[in-house]
């Protein structure tokens, strides 16, 4: 477990931190589901391309609100001091930057549209500091593949929010938002893979 270094409310689990049962079943998740192809995909390669690396550089890293949480604010708060330290944490000049996770688990979330509209209330703030925020739960959330639209890739076992760093190939995620595109494009120059 590591925690903030000024604010030691703010903890993150380690993929060893396998004690915490839904930690344990999210890093089952990852290692069983994320690193791998899958014929639905619509795609090469594995369901998540950056997974992999991240498990293996250790900068997979998981924090789990353990209490009922019923309001979109409850959400998007954690969701906020968890995006300002993953910026302290991995900043994106840093070699593997790119390879760092944090997943914010919300296991006792009932609604589950609350992790659909916390992602697109917090997705605007993300993008403008170069993050990308994607909801995941087995509701399913309600987005196609980006290959694959009758395919729901977003589905995990527990109700979560995943934070990484933007990269080229996420120019598609953001195209039908001028505003959200430009930061890409300022980031990137238009890459668009």
């Given at each position: 477990?590591i ?46 391309p950056y997974?992999?690396?991240s498990?293996?550089r250790?900068?997979?890293y998981?924090?789990?609100v ?7 604010d409850?959400?998007t708060?954690v ?11 991995a900043?994106r000049a ?10 914010l ?12 509209r ?17 909801e995941?739960h087995?509701g399913?959330?309600?987005k196609?593949?980006l290959w694959?639209?009758?395919w729901?890739?977003l ?14 190939s996420?120019r598609?995620?953001?195209a ?10 300022a ?7």
């Amino acid at each position: 477990m590591i925690t903030h270094p000024r604010d030691p409310a703010l903890r993150l689990l380690e993929t060893t931190d396998v004690h915490v049962p839904e930690a344990a079943k999210v890093v089952a998740w990852a290692r069983d589901y994320l690193v791998n192809a899958h014929p639905d995909l619509g795609r090469k390669g594995p369901v998540c391309p950056y997974a992999q690396g991240s498990l293996s550089r250790r900068a997979f890293y998981l924090h789990v609100v353990p209490e009922p949480v019923t309001r979109l604010d409850e959400i998007t708060g954690v969701a906020e001091k968890y995006r300002d330290w993953f910026l302290e944490l991995a900043p994106r000049a840093e070699p593997d930057a790119l390879f760092t996770t944090i997943l914010l688990l919300f296991p006792e979330v009932r609604d589950l549209a609350l992790i659909d509209r916390a992602q697109a209330a917090l997705r605007p703030s993300f993008v403008s500091r170069g993050l990308m925020v994607g909801e995941f739960h087995d509701g399913p959330p309600p987005k196609g593949g980006l290959w694959n639209p009758e395919w729901r890739p977003l589905r995990s076992p527990v109700p979560l929010l995943g934070l990484r760093h933007m990269v080229p190939s996420d120019r598609p995620f953001l195209a039908h938002d001028p505003a959200l595109l430009e930061v890409h494009e300022a980031l990137f120059g238009g890459a668009r893979c």
